[in-house]
């Protein structure tokens, strides 16, 4: 079964550092999506994106979010100047008729 | 705007016993309703969805859910809970637009 992947697990940096976290979304989906959930708190939504354009996006999406899908199967984001609390698990999800999810990047922001 | 309310943050069985997992939403037109599991260190993954068709929706490992529109529910039960079934479960509802709105979380915890 096609599956979301999304890379890398893990990733650990220093505040004011970009990051950029990386998704593959499903082949044939068009619908792409970013999510987060902080520790301890509700899955939240960051920002959608359809025919290469963002189509909605959270307050949490400010200046210091973008992102981009480069070529014809990643998807990205990029946080520019992070801050301890970006810390958290970072979802990417696509959709064709269903959400589908990738397995997560944690963020740790020291 | 859509919500949802998990009413128990976490639930204790016993194995082999009935799972219940509460679930009221809020929608202002009549809902697409999802609910989603994740295992630990794994992503989410789509147990079940209401989309207007049947009340009654049958998901994987075992899992249904009811959606009754007089009580704004869609709990979430299972007739024997198995060891497995430890995971936190989110209720889940699509706004428009498509994006989902996540409840808090119940952590189902299930005992041997």
């Known amino acids: 079964e096609p599956e979301v992947t999304q890379t890398p697990s893990h990733q650990v940096t220093q505040m004011g550092q970009e990051v950029i976290l990386r998704c593959v979304p499903i082949s044939n989906h068009l619908y792409f999506y970013w999510y987060r959930q902080i520790l301890g708190q509700k899955v939240e939504f960051l920002v959608s994106?359809?025919?290469?354009?963002?189509?909605?996006k959270s307050e949490i999406f400010d200046d210091q979010f973008s992102v981009e899908r480069p070529d014809g199967s990643n998807f990205t984001l990029k946080i520019r100047s992070t801050k301890l609390e970006d810390s958290a698990m970072y979802f990417c999800?696509?959709?064709?008729?269903?959400?589908?999810f990738g397995n997560g990047t944690r963020l740790t922001v020291t | 705007a859509q919500s949802v309310t998990q009413l128990d943050s976490h639930v204790s069985v016993s194995e082999g016993t009935p799972v219940l997992l509460r679930c009221n939403y809020s929608s202002s037109y009549s809902p697409s309703l999802f609910w989603y599991v994740q295992h630990p260190n794994k992503g989410l993954q789509l147990l079940l969805k209401?989309?207007?068709?049947?009340?009654l929706v049958k998901g994987i490992n075992g899992f249904e859910a009811e959606f009754k529109k007089s009580e704004t529910s869609f709990h979430l039960t299972k007739p024997s809970a198995h060891m497995s079934d430890a995971a936190e479960y989110f209720c889940v509802v699509s706004d428009k637009g498509n994006k989902l709105v996540f409840g808090a979380g119940t952590i189902l915890r299930v005992k041997s």
């Open positions: 209401y989309t207007s068709a049947a009340t």
């Open positions: 994106f359809y025919n290469n354009e963002i189509s909605e």
């Open positions: 999800a696509s959709r064709g008729p269903l959400s589908h």
